[in-house]
């Protein structure tokens, strides 16, 4: 089946770039996910891209889809403090059901 | 715009009871609908998928006696977790896909379960 796969701690200092990583196998999903998660709360989505693309910028958030390596990345630009949450990234299975495909998490620690 | 309320954000029960979870898509109609558990400190993991009207299709290895799942309207899914034991005690998480899903899929703010 499908495997996504990300690094689960990154520490940045405030004011700094956050690149968060994400790498899967299934090369056919077509709609790939970046969702933000906070302390007892439930999924934010934060961006997404199509398969046919390679980049896409939404504000601070600069999302890179290497889809020969099947690599997805997130890229957060003037990193706060409030950005400190888990991010986790998903593919949209393949089939009628859709289901997502969720990596582990990433746990983004944002100093100040 | 794609708003979904869930309920209750948390409930503790005895042992034994049975707990129900409300999954609302307040302005769009879900479609589909699916149901997470999560472990702390861990991803999501996929319990089921249910489709307005027909039963739902159960992950491998989550009991369907056990977690019981409604999907009678297209705004609403309830998952009811019946006889309840410590080991239950998790965070469920529902998410509702409209159709066509072009902009991903929208979560509700989750449940933390504590079985006493």
């Known amino acids: 089946g499908e495997d996504v796969e990300q690094s689960l701690f990154l520490s940045v200092r405030e004011g700094d770039s956050s690149v968060i990583n994400c790498t899967y196998t299934d090369s056919s999903s077509t709609y790939l996910y970046w969702y933000k998660q906070e302390p007892g709360a439930g999924l934010q989505l934060l961006t997404y891209i199509f398969s046919n693309m390679d980049m896409k910028q939404d504000q601070r958030l600069t999302v890179l889809l290497n889809k020969k390596d099947k690599h997805l990345s997130l890229r957060i630009a003037d990193t706060q403090t409030g950005d400190s949450a888990i991010y986790f990234c998903?593919?949209?299975?393949?089939?009628?059901?859709?289901?997502?495909?969720f990596g582990q998490g990433t746990t983004l620690q944002v100093k100040p | 715009g794609a708003v979904v309320s869930q309920h209750p954000s948390w409930v503790i029960c005895k042992s034994g009871t049975s707990v129900k979870i409300e999954c609302r898509s307040l302005d769009f109609q879900a479609t589909t609908m699916f149901w997470y558990r999560q472990f702390p400190k861990q991803s999501l993991m996929l319990m089921a998928t249910s489709n307005e009207g027909s039963k739902a299709t159960y992950e491998q290895g989550v009991e369907k006696d056990k977690f019981l799942i409604n999907h009678a309207s297209l705004t609403l899914s309830t998952l009811t977790v019946t006889s309840a034991h410590p080991e239950d005690s998790s965070f469920y998480i529902c998410?509702?896909?409209?159709?066509?899903?072009?902009?991903?899929?929208?979560f509700g703010s989750g449940t933390r379960l504590t079985v006493v």
């Open positions: 998410s509702a896909r409209a159709s066509p899903a072009l902009y991903g899929y929208t």
């Open positions: 998903a593919l949209r299975g393949t089939g009628n059901t859709g289901k997502l495909i």
